[in-house]
């Protein structure tokens, strides 16, 4: 593949910030269109096995006393997107017109032995769940033949060795970093004391940059031994779908996958319930996140109202509902908000 130079335009200029320097397979690729878009899946595609990657016989991992293994079966693969569903901004009452389809790359959850279809696509992908003392047990099929490139999951936050990081790495790739089309792979993740809290998963193969801006990402949340769950709990991640990802004429600001109030989440709960929104940064860009007449307390105890969060960082909105209505929740950067990034909360008496 010819390299094509990046300059300061071609990397900064286009599409307000949104071309993407992408290294695959060793290669620098700028993607800043629809026709480098196809070049950079056609690099990834020729990425060949590492050696050192092929599968070792590693135990299997017990849970600590009181643990278990909790096991899930996910699978990646491309499906057609509508960021917009009902082609409208329901906050401004107004038409959200042009095209808005596009193909996604997606996680999503299964019956054992990748039988049926438990969970539809999704984005982000299936939520998993454990406990301290659990171990997190993954098997990983990569069910996307036509984009012919391996694709894997990649944690943040719980205990792996390098069989399970789940990293492409060159000639020094393990098992888990090079998940190639119509293979599995089955991850094995400790859930230990310094795990609790929600935590990032994403693609981190030869092509992640791309495919995790496509939608290859998803949230894992470690509570402490035998602690309820709060009676709504929601992971939000806000990030951009840009022309050259989707090869669309705009630049979607987006949750979950969906720009505008009416097609992102909306959020719901009653008076009295204990309520635990997690909001993620999953792009380039640094974000807030905003709900309107609420605040909770940060991890140092003090009341806010709208922290800020940068690539793959989190913030955790917790408290005990008392303030009925409808209620927007949004990114407070102005630019964000005002193209997508916005969505409803409404809590009944």
């Known amino acids: 593949m010819t390299e094509r130079p990046t300059t300061r335009r071609s990397f900064f200029g286009l599409a307000g910030g949104a071309a993407l320097l992408c290294t695959i397979g060793g290669e620098e690729v700028v993607v800043d269109s629809p026709e480098t878009l196809g070049k950079a899946d056609a690099a990834a595609a020729k990425v060949r096995r590492p050696r050192a990657s092929l599968a070792q016989d590693v135990p299997q991992l017990q849970p600590q006393p009181g643990g278990q293994r909790i096991e899930y079966w996910i699978q990646a693969q491309t499906v057609r997107w509508d960021i917009v569903p009902t082609k409208r901004d329901d906050w401004h009452n107004r038409r959200v017109p042009g095209k808005n389809r596009f193909r996604a790359y997606t996680y999503f959850e299964t019956t054992p032995g990748f039988a049926a279809v438990k969970q539809g696509p999704s984005i982000p992908g299936p939520t998993l769940y454990a406990e301290v003392g659990d171990v997190l047990v993954v098997h990983f099929r990569n069910a996307d033949r036509s984009l012919r490139q391996a694709v894997t999951m990649h944690p943040h936050g719980v205990k792996y060795s ?188």
């Open 162 to 349: 390098p069989e399970y990081d789940g990293a492409y790495m060159g000639e020094y790739t393990r098992a888990g970093g090079f998940v190639a089309p119509g293979e599995t792979f089955t991850y094995q993740w400790e859930c230990t004391p310094d795990s609790v809290g929600s935590w990032p998963y994403h693609d981190h193969g030869p092509n992640h940059t791309l495919n995790t801006f496509r939608g290859l990402f998803g949230m894992v949340h470690v509570r402490p031994r035998g602690a309820p769950l709060p009676d709504v709990h929601r992971a939000l991640f806000v990030h951009q779908l840009p022309p050259p990802v989707t090869g669309l004429q705009r630049n979607f600001q987006c949750i979950n996958g969906r720009a505008y109030a009416g097609n992102t989440p909306t959020l719901r709960s009653r008076v009295g319930q204990t309520v635990e929104f997690t909001a993620f940064g999953m792009d380039n860009n640094f974000h807030t996140f905003h709900i309107h007449g609420h605040r909770w307390k940060d991890p140092a105890g003090q009341y806010v109202d709208n922290p800020s969060m940068g690539p793959n960082e989190h913030v955790t909105a917790r408290f005990v509902e008392d303030n009925p209505g409808r209620w927007l929740y949004h990114c407070h950067v102005f630019s964000h908000q005002d193209t997508g990034m916005t969505g409803w909360y409404i809590v009944d008496p």
